[in-house]
Structure formats: C-alpha cells, structure tokens
C-alpha cells in the first residue's frame, strides 16, 4: 500500500537503524511483558498498557523468527487460563437442579427450580464467551504482525481461530467431571429444557438463549472453520430430533382428542411459534428446518387422520359449512405437498360421495313409482297415463321426470357448494379444484342415465320452468345446464336425448320460447362444437321452412278456391315437413309403446281420411311436388292435431275441440252416423285404418276420460277390447268451450329399459361408425401406424363427443381389415396396420 | 475516553509531536487498532500515540503519506508520492509495521 519511491540517482539510501530491526530483543525477557499484559487483558485491566509497547514487543520476537515460539506460547497460555480459571467458573454455576436433570432426575427439579439454575449457568456461560471474545478481539490486535506475517507465512489459523478452537475445547468439550457429560451436553440439554418450558407456555430468557446460540453459531468443529461445520449444527440436530419427538407426541395426542379445526388452529400456531422462537431464540438458520419438522410431524404425518378423523374431519368440515376450517387445513396441506395429495384425495372422495347419493337417491325415486306407470306405459297401461293426464297440469310430472330434475338440481347444488369451498377456502388453488371438477365429472358420468336426465331438466325448463322467469334467471338456468352438460362425457348420447326432447317440444308446440330454445342450442354450440348442434340447427330450419309451406299452401288454396267457386268449407292445414334424417321420428314411434311393426308407418300411409281431408292431403302433396321434385312425403298422423269446431246437444254454444288427427277421423265417422247408431271397434279400425294401438288409445280418451266423453262405449269399462261397441254421448255437456281431448303420445318422459337399451344400441352403432370414420381419416393421413399409437389417436380425435370403449375400436379396426380398408403389417416390430387406398 | 477527538497526535522516538486526523492515521489498521475504544489500551484513552521506533524525519515523511493518501482516495491514477530516496528502506519498514 505504500507509495512507491520515486528514485533519483545518486542519492544515498539511508540503513534502517539498528534499533528498530529489533535485532537486540531477547524472547526471554520480552514474552513475560507480553504474559503479564494479556492477563490484564484478561482481567480487564487493559486501560494502563501501551498497544504499541505490546505491539512492538510482539512485532520484534516475529522479526527474529521466533513467531512459532510465540504463537506457541500464546496458546499455551490461553490453554491454561480458560481450563482453569473459566471452566471454574462455569462449572460452578452448575447447581444441583440441573445435574440432577439427568435422566430419572427430571421429575426431582420443579421446571421453575430448572429454570433460574438454568439461566444462571446460560449467564455465565455467555459471559464468559462474550468476555473472552473481547479479550482475544484484543489479543488479535496486539498480536496483528505475529498473525500477518506469521500465521499467513506457516498456514497457520490466526491466533483468533486458534484461541476459538482452544475455548471450544477447554470450555465445552471437556468433561464436567471425569467421565461425565461435556459442557457443551449439558449446555444443549439445558437450552432444550428451556425451549421445552416456552413451549409449555413458561416465559424465559430468549436472548439469554440466543447469545449461547450464537456463540455456537461461532464455533466450529475443526480449527479450520468450514463453514458447514459449525457446533451449532451439532446442537441444532439434537433440537431437531427432540422437536420431531415432541410434536409426533403431540400430534398424536391431539388427533385424539380434539377435534380437526382446533388441531388445525394449533398446528398453525405452533409453526409460527417456532418460527418466532427461530427468531428470537435460536438461529435464523434453524427456522426452515424446524419448520419442515413440524410440519412433517404435526402436517405431513397427520393430514391423512386429520382429514379422515370422524365428526370433525374434513367430511365434517363440508358438511357444515366450515370455510375457514377447510382453509386452515389446505394452508396446512399446501406447506407440506404442493399438490395437496390429501386433501385433493379427500375432496375426491367426498363428492364421490355425495355424488353417489345423489345418483342413488335419483334411482330410487325414479323406481319408487314405476310399479304404476311401468304397468300402465308398456302394454296398454292406458289408465295410467290417461289419470295422469286428467289431472293435468297438477300434477304433469312423471315421477321419473321428477327424479330427473331433482338429479341435475342436486348435481348443480353439490357443484355448487365445492365450489364455493373452492374459492372461499383453497384460495381457488387450481389443483384441487380440478381434482374436483374430475370428481364431478365420474359422478356425472358413472350415472347411467345422465344424459337423458340433463336432457329431461332441460326439456323441463323449455316446457313449464321458464315461464314466469327473467331473462336472467333462464340465463343462468341455461347455464346450469351446460354446467352440467361440460361433465358428461356421452355427449353424443346427449344428443340423441336432447334431440328426442327438441323433436317433441317443437312439433307438439310444448316449447315456451322458441328464442330461449334457440339461445340454448348457441350455448351448446359454443360449448360442443358446431357438428354437435348442425342437427339440432336444422331441425329448427324444418320448423321455419315448413311455417313457410303451410302459409304458402294456405295462400295457395284461397286461390285456388276463388276460382272454382266451390262452397265446400276450406280446412285449414298447417304443415311440418321434417328432414327424415335430422328428425329422431322413431321416438314416436317408441313412446307409443306398441309394436307396430306389422304396420307399415315407414313408408306408406294407409290411414283412411273422409273426402274432405283427403282432398286438402291431395292438394298438399301437390303443391309440394311443384315446389320440390323428386321429394317423397310421409304423412305421420300420430304426431298431427286438429281444432274442430262442435255443437253438442246439450249446450248451446260451439265448441272448440283440440284432439289428436285419430281422434278427429274417429269423431269424423260419428258425423254422419244416424242419431243412437253404434259403431264397433272393428268396424272404427276398418274405416279408418288407424293402427290397433292409437285406435284404441285415442277412443279411450274419447270414450272413458269422463271430461272428454263424447262417445259412449258399450260395456262400460276402462279398457278397449274388440268387439266394444261406441256410439255418440247425447249426455255429454262440456262445462268448458275450449276442450281438449288429451294427447297420448305427450311429454317427454325417462324411458323405460326397454327403451333405453335401444337408445343405447342405436348409440352403440352410431358410434361404431363415428369410430370407423375416425380410424379410416386418421390411417388415411398417416398410411401406416403401429396398433397402440392408432388407438391413443382415434381416443384422442373422439374425446370430445364420447369416451370411446377401447374394445369397440379393436372391433371396429377388425372390422375395417376385413373389409380391406386396412391391412395388418407382417414385417412390422410392433403390431401395426397399413392403410389400403 | 469520552468522545473520540478527530484528531490524534503521533509522537516520534526524539521526541517531535504530529498531531493528525484520527481518519488520516487509522489507514494503518496497526494505528486504527491502537485507537479503538473497544480495546481500551492506553493510546485509545489518551489519543497519544508514541512511537518508539520512528524518528522524526521517518515519522513526517509517514504523516506526509497518510494525508497523501486521504487527499486522494477517492481518486483514480494518482502520481506517486515523492520522497526522498534516503529513506526508503527504513519507510519500506515502517510501511510493514504499520501494515500499509
């Protein structure tokens, strides 16, 4: 550091004096002033010495090589001054409470007695490093040219370290008697007893504590100070491992005897205790560890009892509504797994659970009643139904219905709930609510009937629940829907549903709003994708186009009746003309319960009208070839209703009658039939050629429903039979002037299992093809590809309308081969296919 | 030992009385350790420090070089100091007592 000389030439260099080389110092006679002065250091007597003199006397014996006798010497020294007089000191304040701490002897101290023997010994202890400290910081100094020149030169540690090392040895490390503990044992059992009191809840010196740790933070193991040696993680380990002890204890004791929320509240303030006592007590250092500890002991171990302990768990906690419980646990779960394992397990299996309930408790209901209507809907139950009907609309429901509506509520209520729990109590953490959301989705989809009971819900809501509502309230039970709808995973199964559902809505005109129907189809459209809706979408096409065609043909008519002058009363006839394809019509069909396979309704119509209807169908047929060549023309008359205008004998007023087109052809015949004549079954079957199974039902509503009874049935009784006998109720004196004879086939309701395993096989086979489309696009792109690889894509490309069955695919591929789409590949490592152009 | 006095006064073995700023002088941690409090030896009560080794002439040439320094230590390329080359041993050891 010194400024370098400028150096002139010529001049003479002056030679150091003799003096100042030190040349005439004897270490004899100069170490004795050095001793003398450090044990007025020692003693605190420094205030007369000269730091120069000691400087200089200890910088002259340095210069004359002797800085290893001095260093020697001075080690020596302190040796000898902290084993003897030190260590007295120290070990005197060693009381009888505290060694008699050893193991029986904790129970003959009271902790109060520990504790000021305890402190006292922590005392002197302290002072004697904090003395020592200052002493040697001064000893250092005086001694700064032996530790530069010498310490440096022969690799040795600085006379600091070594006296450092000489305290760790002397001081701690030394038996307190022979063959006893080492201070520094007894230094780590008393401070552990300390800590053990504060956490019993006894104040104690913490700073007294924390000097001591930070003398140990100052000491390490070996002379050469590594930093990761240092004694205090000797002692830290022991406090670890007693802390660990402590807590496993007192976890166990406290799964045993409170309950979850309080163990929770406790385990969070006993983190934050230790983390405070890290703090001021111990080391900075300790704290993340003895935080694991903790919270491995009283968290990790734990969570598993803690979430599963019986009227306080977890369980409970959802139960009851218990946020901040719930809270306090995942806080807790979350500082030992990040991904909350257990806790997620937990909430998995409660709505699971719950889930269950709710898809039991939806079968019961849905079975509780069946007895009565499965009876009556399969067969010829018409009774039932036609009970049913009668009371309409107190009690429009089908229990099945209702069970179906009560599913998706409670299935929207428990989403509901975890969710709030979600976001309320776990901080909306992503995983878990996922975990849930995955659990909703199994409970959704493990629910056999599932689609079809959203599909009911929402038929529900477009029928009845909407009515009174405001627009938000139908947004937000749309909403539900979809919410529910996101779960399932047999979205094509749903369609099919929902299309059965839409189909009947439309054509019965059961639908509230078109424009809410229409909003949901935009819902599910987002939600699914446009393919899923193109059908839906188009059906509600058919409906515009065919409003279209009726006002078109009506407009048609009056033309056409201007001109030919013809007095016949027009017939109003309003049409649909639906896309065969789109429009599920086998659920007609199928609701009508009846095997009509021996007639013929596919293709031709055989029903017989009277002359006037039969003209307007002509007409129709007509008019619609003008406008669409080449387009054949179904008549389904089961699904057709029609207004007829009535006088009855005895009231005096018209009568509106709304009934079935059957029922309009059957009260047609009665028309003309001479007053008191009867006409029997057979004899209504062959004039109107209506099939058996609506025949019957129609003159069941005509004949036995007591508010629609415009015919008579000879004998009396409520179930059509051939050879039953009808003629026309003179009696019969409507109370209302709008009637309306009640439509069998209606309403939407859960189908029966008959019904519901062909639904699934015409699903079942659909997807089949859907599968086998998927398989040929994806080989056709790829050419060749190995079985499994195929498998995982065709999953993949179909994830987002079904859960394809891995052996349906398997079949479907077998399928494809034999038909020479693909080809199995000999040569191939793993089995693989070849796509066959 | 009341408050520390900005300056200390340095004295030569014949006898000559250098009084100079506490923080020119501590650029010896040799110095600066003499004078700290906490030490409580002698020099840091009384703010004399008296060197038996140095005479005057070296003592001066070294208060020259503590000032020296302090003008300049913040500054960066700084010409050398001058002194007379008759002593230059002697400062080479004096600059190795003292540690600068």
């Known amino acids: ?124 202890l302290k002072h004697a490093w904090e003395d020592y400290q200052v002493c040697m910081g001064m000893l250092t100094d005086v001694l700064m040219y032996m530790d530069r020149v010498y310490c440096t030169d022969h690799r040795q540690p600085s006379i600091f370290a070594k006296s450092m090392g000489l305290f760790r040895d002397q001081i701690l490390r030394t038996p307190v008697q022979p063959a006893s503990t080492t201070l520094l044992d007894v230094l780590t059992r008393i401070v552990l007893d300390q800590i053990q009191m504060d956490r019993d809840g006894e104040a104690i010196d913490q700073f007294l504590i924390k000097s001591n740790v930070y003398m140990l933070e100052g000491l390490y193991e070996s002379d050469l100070e590594v930093e990761d040696e240092k004694l205090y993680l000797r002692f830290e380990k022991v406090f670890l491992d007693q802390s660990a002890n402590f807590y496993r204890d007192e976890g166990e004791r406290m799964l045993k005897e409170s309950d979850a929320g309080s163990y929770c509240r406790h385990a969070k303030k006993r983190i934050d205790e230790e983390n405070d006592r890290c703090r001021s007590t111990l080391s900075e250092s300790t704290s993340a560890k003895i935080q694991a500890v903790v919270e491995g002991e009283l968290i990790r171990h734990k969570m598993k009892g803690l979430i599963e302990m019986e009227n306080s768990g977890v369980a409970f906690m959802v139960d009851n509504d218990k946020f901040h419980e719930l809270s306090l646990v995942f806080d807790l779960e979350a500082r030992v797994d990040p991904r909350k394992s257990e806790l997620t397990r937990a909430m998995q299996r409660l709505v699971t659970e719950m889930g269950t309930d709710i898809n039991n408790a939806a079968l019961t209901t849905s079975e509780a009643t069946p007895q009565r209507e499965a009876a009556g809907d399969d067969e010829d139950g018409k009774p039932a139904e036609e009970g ?35 976001t309320t109590s776990f901080s909306s953490d992503q995983t878990v609510s996922s975990a849930i959301n995955r659990s909703m989705a199994d409970v959704v989809n493990t629910f056999s009937r599932g689609s079809e009971y959203i599909s009911l819900f929402i038929d529900d809501n477009m029928k009845r629940g909407i009515r009174d509502k405001t627009e938000a309230e139908i947004d937000s039970t749309l909403e539900k829907a979809i919410m529910v709808l996101r779960y399932l995973s047999d979205k094509d199964l749903f369609e099919t549903y ?125 008019f619609y070839a003008q406008k669409y060549s080449g387009r054949k023309l179904t008549w389904y008359n089961n699904m057709g209703d029609a207004d007829l205008r009535a006088r ?37 079957e062959a004039r109107t050629n209506i099939p058996r199974g609506d025949l019957a039902r ?140 | 030992m009341a408050e520390q006095a900005d300056y200390v006064t340095l004295v030569s073995s014949d006898g000559y009385s250098y009084v100079v700023q506490r923080s020119a002088a501590c650029i010896s941690p040799a110095i600066r350790r003499m004078l700290d409090p906490a030490n409580g030896f002698l020099e840091s009560k009384t703010g004399v420090i008296r060197f038996d080794n140095f005479h005057a002439i070296l003592l001066e040439t070294i208060v020259k070089y503590m000032y020296y320094n302090e003008k300049n230590k913040d500054a960066r390329d700084i010409a050398d100091m001058d002194f007379p080359d008759s002593l230059c041993l002697e400062l080479v050891w004096a600059a190795d007592y003292l540690d600068i």
């Open chain 1, 1 to 124: 550091m010194m400024a370098t000389m400028s150096r002139r030439g010529g001049a003479k260099i002056r030679p150091p004096r003799r003096g100042l080389q030190g040349a005439d110092v004897d270490f004899d006679t100069t170490w004795p002033i050095l001793e003398g002065a450090f044990k007025e250091i020692h003693t605190k007597n420094a205030s007369a010495l000269s730091f120069e003199e000691l400087y200089r006397n200890a910088y002259k014996i340095v210069l004359k090589k002797k800085g290893e006798e001095l260093y020697n010497k001075v080690a020596r020294f302190e040796e000898q001054w902290l084993g003897s007089t030190v260590r007295t000191e120290i070990v005197r304040t060693l009381t009888p409470p505290l060694t008699l701490t050893d193991g029986a002897g904790r129970t003959l101290a009271t902790s109060s007695e520990r504790r000021t023997a305890g402190e006292k010994f922590l005392k002197s």
């Open chain 1, 388 to 422: 049913a009907k009668q009371k309409l609309p107190a009690k429009p429901l089908s229990q099945q219905t209702v069970a179906a509506l009560k599913w998706v509520e409670e299935i929207l209520r428990l989403k509901d709930r975890f969710d709030k729990i979600c």
């Open chain 1, 498 to 622: 929902y299309k059965k559902h839409l189909c009947k809505r439309l054509l019965l005109k059961k639908s509230v709003s078109i424009d809410v129907e229409k909003q949901m189809i935009s819902r599910m459209k987002i939600e699914l994708g446009n393919s899923f809706t193109l059908k839906l979408e188009a059906m509600f096409k058919d409906m515009t186009l065919s409003e279209e065609l009726s006002n078109g043909f009506r407009a048609h008519i009056a033309g056409v009746m201007d001109g030919a002058h013809n007095n016949s009363k027009p017939v109003d006839l309003s049409i649909r003309v639906l896309t065969s394809m789109t429009w599920p019509l086998e659920a007609f069909r199928g609701a009508s319960g009846e095997d009509r396979d021996e007639n013929s309704l596919g293709g031709r119509d055989i029903t017989l009208y009277p002359p006037e209807i039969e003209r307007l169908k002509s007409g129709f047929e007509r």
């Open chain 1, 648 to 684: 009855f004998p005895r009231s005096t007023r018209i009568h509106d009658v709304n009934c079935s087109t059957y029922a309009m052809l059957i009260l047609l015949l009665f028309n003309d039939l001479p007053a008191g004549e009867s006409l029997s079954l057979e004899e209504i």
């Open chain 1, 698 to 837: 129609n003159l069941q509503s005509l004949a036995v429903a007591p508010k629609t009874r415009f015919l008579v049935k000879e004998p009396m009784s409520r179930d059509i039979n051939s050879g039953d006998r009808f003629k026309f109720n003179d009696d019969f004196k409507p109370s209302f002037i709008k009637i309306k004879v009640g439509v069998v086939s209606a309403g939407n309701k859960v189908e029966n299992d008959r019904e519901r395993k062909e639904t699934e096989k015409k699903n079942n086979d659909s997807r089949g093809f859907v599968i086998e489309a998927a398989v040929v696009r994806i080989m056709k792109q790829r050419k060749q590809l190995p079985h499994a690889q195929l498998l995982t894509e065709t999953i993949t490309q179909l994830s987002h309308q079904f859960k394809p069955d891995v052996n349906m695919i398997k079949k479907r591929i077998e399928g494809l081969i034999e038909r020479e789409y693909l080809e199995r590949m000999e040569d191939a490592p793993v089995p693989s296919y070849k796509y066959l152009a």
